[in-house]
């Protein structure tokens, strides 16, 4: 499996983005898929996640509210509406799969993930 987030950029605050995580291999639609992101200095934070299915999504309490994740299996995508953004949302945001196949969008079902996509810088100014 190889994931690949995409659709960072410089935006204002109270701005948006949508990003995209693209996914190859035939196991994608069976897992959950997650989204974190990371600052300069700061550790990994959980943001959303997903389940396989995308009947079921969970967000962190930072996001709540601002940002939707959905995912099209069709299309082997995931993707995370940001919205009402803040300079404290500016990070690298990655994608990665659930180690659990067809589980609910936990974050600890993440802890030790063994597929990562390359993250996409977002940067919000004030």
């Known amino acids: 499996v190889q994931l690949q987030a995409s659709g960072g950029g410089l935006v204002q605050a109270g701005g948006s983005l949508r990003l995209s995580c693209a996914a190859s291999?035939?196991?994608?639609?069976?897992?959950?898929i997650g989204w974190f992101r990371q600052a300069p200095g700061k550790e990994r934070e959980f943001v959303a996640a997903?389940?396989?299915?995308?009947?079921?999504?969970y967000y962190g309490d930072s996001v709540k509210g601002r940002f939707t994740i959905s995912r099209d299996n069709a299309k082997n995508a995931v993707y995370l509406q940001t919205s009402s953004l803040k300079p404290e949302d500016t990070a690298v945001y990655y994608c990665?799969?659930?180690?659990?196949?067809?589980?609910?969008?936990?974050?600890?079902?993440?802890?030790?993930?063994?597929?990562w996509g390359k993250g996409t810088l977002v940067t919000v100014s004030s």
């Open positions: 990665a799969q659930s180690t659990i196949v067809a589980g609910p969008p936990d974050p600890k079902h993440f802890d030790g993930a063994r597929y």
């Open positions: 291999g035939r196991t994608f639609s069976s897992y959950a």
């Open positions: 997903i389940s396989w299915s995308g009947g079921s999504t």
